[in-house]
Nanobody, 114 residues
Framework: QVQLVESGGGLVQAGGSLKLSCAASGSIFSINGMGWYRQAPGKQRELVANINGGRTDYADSVKGRFTISRDNAKNTVYLQMNSLKPEDTAVYYC?????????WGQGTQVTVSS
């Protein structure tokens, strides 16, 4: 089992920045990839960014603005979000997977005001 705990969400004006953190605990040795998804009201949950080994992937809508990183010593994945837009408003979920299943954090709200 893996537990994920997010932090760092909040309210920010358009053009501002936020940094999300996700700390993993439990059977962390089995984790493959980690990443961030988001879900806006009335919309499906979508992938924002993922990191697995040395590879990172981003949604087209956040490329050049968001950066995902992972500190293996701290078992933590980060999402640095710059140049935020109102359309980035959503609940952001941390995600991890191992050979058997997916794991999700509880979510953290990010609200970008115009």
């Amino acid at each position: 089992q893996v537990q994920l705990v997010e932090s760092g969400g909040g309210l920010v004006q358009a053009g501002g920045s936020l940094k999300l953190s996700c700390a993993a605990s439990g059977s962390i040795f089995s984790i493959n990839g980690m990443g961030w998804y988001r879900q806006a009201p009335g919309k499906q949950r979508e992938l924002v960014a993922n990191i697995n080994g040395g590879r990172t992937d981003y949604a087209d809508s956040v490329k050049g603005r968001f950066t995902i990183s992972r500190d293996n010593a701290k078992n933590t994945v980060y999402l640095q979000m710059n140049s935020l837009k109102p359309e980035d408003t959503a609940v952001y979920y941390c995600h991890a997977d191992d050979p058997y299943r997916d794991y999700w954090g509880q979510g953290t709200q990010v609200t970008v005001s115009s």
